[in-house]
């Protein structure tokens, strides 16, 4: 055990954890610094590794084919109902509603493995 307060010549170990825990190994320790003149202690149960599920993300081609396909269908989109619209609100919800379907079809997300 080391101390955990230091004063002038003065060593003290004053800072304890108590634990219930029935596992087998515990690791404890003091971390040293001058923030305070108390040192911190911790404590880490014993954990055993559990073999984690392979994990995925979802992510998007932004190949050049894909890109020029978005934006081949930007060109081709008929925007009428976004300027025809009688406010700012609508017409942006028209404009996103198209502008996001497109993006979706052009670059679908796909799972790939980490």
Not at 92 to 110: M, N, Q, R
């Amino acid at each position: 055990m080391k101390c955990t307060r230091i004063q002038n010549n003065s060593k003290t170990l004053i800072d304890q954890i108590l634990s219930s825990s029935k596992s087998p190994k515990i690791y404890s320790g003091t971390v040293i610094s001058d923030i305070s003149d108390h040192f911190f202690t911790f404590v880490k149960p014993y954990c055993a590794h559990v073999k984690s599920k392979e994990k995925t993300t979802s992510v998007r081609q932004f190949s050049p084919a894909n890109l020029n396909n978005f934006k081949m269908a930007l060109g081709g989109t008929d925007w009428s109902s976004v300027l025809n619209a009688t406010n700012v609100e609508s017409a942006y919800d028209e404009f996103w509603s198209t502008y996001i379907a497109l993006y979706e079809l052009t670059f679908p997300k796909k799972n790939s493995s980490l």
